[in-house]
């Protein structure tokens, strides 16, 4: 132990957002429960370089007695920490029928006939970031917004994405299976009772374990702000569009995935 330098994170200002742990070259923080935290005392340099990233004001460094910082710890963590996000932890498919993989055949080559309408090159995205553990719940874009929130392997399967779902919505994007489910419900639920968005559409895939997300939107929008119109649209591996109403109190239908134009 040593006294020395080492970051102090105030959880009543913390929102989540999780800009600190992109800044953060040791991988030292984790969003824990909706704030960010330190995985250990050992793999904090105490240099700082997160604190410009808070926008809440929610991270100092303070003087106090701790383990030293431990370099080649560090180094391991950060292996062990890129080894999860590359290699299976399960037998492949990791025990869900949507990560079965599937062979959909080649893609069709890209042509334009010459009387085609030329292809938009500007983006319809309004705002940055994306990412529903990035994207703070007092963000201005979210303010009474058309709210998109997003499974991230819907655009995907989508071929006018931006015309169909991303024009003038305000749009959040995440995946439910690798990602911290219960940081979703605590996010979504503030975000919910900050912006006060006025519709809410929800995009899964039909696949068994990206429920999640339509269940983490469908939840917080009951328990938070239950009169905000809410749909959720099941997309098709291989096309096809189900579109449901969540009416307020309301459930997603939990029958099979029926396709439809």
């Not at 824990?32 to 370089?49: M, Q, T, V, W």
């Not at 808070?54 to 100092?60: D, K, R, V, Y």
């Not at 009951?222 to 459930?251: A, F, K, M, S, Y």
């Amino acid at each position: 132990m040593a006294t020395r330098e080492i970051l102090l994170i105030d959880e009543e200002l913390c929102d989540g957002c999780g800009d600190c742990i992109v800044a953060c070259e040791e991988a030292a923080l984790k969003i824990i429960e909706g704030k960010a935290r330190l995985i250990s005392d050992s793999y904090c340099d105490g240099l700082g370089a997160c604190l410009g990233e808070c926008p809440q004001g929610a991270l100092t460094i303070e003087t106090r007695e701790a383990p030293e910082f431990d370099e080649e710890a560090v180094t391991r963590h950060l292996a062990r920490t890129g080894a999860a996000n590359t290699a299976p932890a399960m037998p492949p498919g990791g025990g869900c029928p949507g990560s079965a993989v599937r062979n959909l055949g080649a893609a069709p080559p890209v042509t334009q006939a010459a009387d085609s309408k030329p292809m938009p090159t500007n983006s319809l995205l309004g705002h940055w970031p994306v990412q529903l553990m990035l994207v703070p719940p007092h963000a201005p874009f979210l303010q009474d917004a058309d709210l998109l929130i997003c499974a991230d392997c819907v655009p995907f399967t989508v071929p006018d994405f931006h015309e169909r779902y991303l024009r003038g919505r305000a749009v959040v994007v995440g995946c439910p299976k690798l990602d911290d489910l219960n940081h979703y419900l605590q996010k979504l639920k503030e975000m919910y009772a900050q912006a006060r968005p006025r519709r809410i559409t929800v995009l899964r895939m039909e696949v068994p374990c990206c429920g999640g997300i339509a269940q983490a939107a469908i939840q917080t929008r009951n328990e938070v702000t239950p009169r905000i119109p809410l749909e959720v649209h099941t997309i098709g591996i291989q096309g096809g569009i189900v579109t449901e109403i969540v009416p307020p109190g309301g459930d997603a239908n939990q029958s099979a995935f029926g396709m439809v134009g």
